[in-house]
């Protein structure tokens, strides 16, 4: 399957392809504008298992991923509600698709895409110097924009920690949300299996969707296992 999941906009007057542009402009010296293209989305779900020839415009040019499908989730795959514990039926079509990959012609490049909610998010990297390009949906927009994190000018405030750190006794509330492996069927000898926490910030990023929320992290989670296989961790 050779697809093309972001295209560029088809009206350069569009205002909402204008207000993105403006808006990158403020953090990037150059980054690209994309549009999902729907139809090559749909297709890809049709053909899942299939590995993708994914063309994708960037801030320097066109680059082809050589992308083969993962699957990293869990059997019996379910969510708990905290501190309610109620479960939540995480239906299969729900999970989105999820790639590991190359750019063509960079052997030592690594990519790691998702689609999921008429989205796509991911990162590649390959051994130009120019940093890690960044693939992501523009906040409350149907926009996409693609970057290079050397090249975000915006200082971060992001602190590494958890709410674990304070040991308070009460590490959840109402809105958090877990990934709760059932019991010893996931005691396996090979593989390394993660619960997630996904607390009250992301879920309002969200809507409180918890869909929406958790299709996100399973998006970053994905990128997080592309570098797991190169050290081959499994």
Do not use: W
Not at 166 to 187: E, I, M, N, R, T
């Amino acid at each position: 399957l050779q697809a093309t999941f972001l295209a560029k906009p088809s009206d350069d007057k569009d205002p909402a392809v204008q207000i993105a542009r403006a808006e990158a402009s403020k953090h990037f010296n150059r980054s690209e504008i994309l549009q999902v293209n729907t139809s090559a989305v749909d297709m890809a779900f049709l053909k899942r298992n299939s590995p993708v020839l994914f063309d994708l415009f960037t801030p320097t040019g066109m680059e082809t991923l050589r992308l083969v499908p993962v699957n990293f989730f869990a059997q019996g795959l379910i969510a708990t509600e905290l501190p309610s514990k109620k479960t939540i039926e995480i239906p299969y079509e729900s999970l989105g698709i999820h790639y590991h990959g190359i750019v063509d012609g960079f052997e030592d490049s690594v990519a790691a895409i998702s689609i999921h909610q008429g989205a796509v998010m991911g990162m590649v990297e390959k051994s130009d110097g120019l940093g890690i390009m960044v693939i992501g949906k523009m906040d409350n927009q149907d926009t996409h924009i693609v970057y290079y994190d050397k090249e975000f000018n915006m200082k971060s405030e992001f602190a590494c920690g958890s709410a674990h750190d304070k040991d308070d006794g009460d590490h959840h509330d109402a809105h958090d949300h877990s990934f709760v492996p059932d019991g010893a069927k996931f005691l396996t000898d090979d593989c390394v299996t993660v619960e997630f926490e996904i607390d009250i910030d992301i879920m309002e990023d969200y809507g409180g969707n918890f869909m929406n929320a958790r299709s996100y992290v399973d998006a970053i989670f994905n990128q997080v296992t592309a570098i797991y296989s190169l050290e081959n961790i499994n």
